[in-house]
């Protein structure tokens, strides 16, 4: 069975600090690219970082500079290092692994945690 369990959100206050957590099983972790992928309130989902399978990682303009995305493939956990919080990152955060090859794609998704951001 695959699982995807995203852990670490939680209420900060402005220009502080978070650390998310993707623990995952029952797929080759290794080889998926690793995302994370927020959804802020009446808003829909936004890409925030990704992560492939070869360490290579990329990052939404509006995160860039204070977020940070790692991979643990002997522990198959994603992470997501948070700095400088602002209230506009105020979101639920989904943890999500794709894998293609040809015209077939796994995608699998967690169930996301609450990230607050506010004084």
């Known amino acids: 069975e695959v699982q995807l369990v995203e852990s670490g959100g939680g209420l900060v206050q402005p220009g502080g600090s978070l650390r998310l957590s993707c623990a995952t099983s029952?797929?080759?972790?290794?080889?998926?690219?690793m995302s994370w992928v927020r959804q802020g309130p009446g808003k829909g989902l936004e890409w925030v970082s990704g992560i492939n399978s070869g360490g290579s990682t990329n990052y939404a303009d509006s995160v860039k500079g204070r977020f940070t995305i790692s991979r643990d493939n002997a522990k198959n956990t994603l992470y997501l290092q948070m700095s400088s919080l602002k209230p506009e990152d105020t979101a639920v955060y989904y943890c999500?692994?794709?894998?293609?090859?040809?015209?077939?794609?796994?995608?699998?998704w967690g169930q996301g945690t609450q990230v607050t951001v506010s004084s």
């Open positions: 029952g797929f080759t972790f290794s080889g998926y690219t």
């Open positions: 999500n692994a794709l894998y293609c090859s040809g015209d077939k794609c796994n995608n699998y």
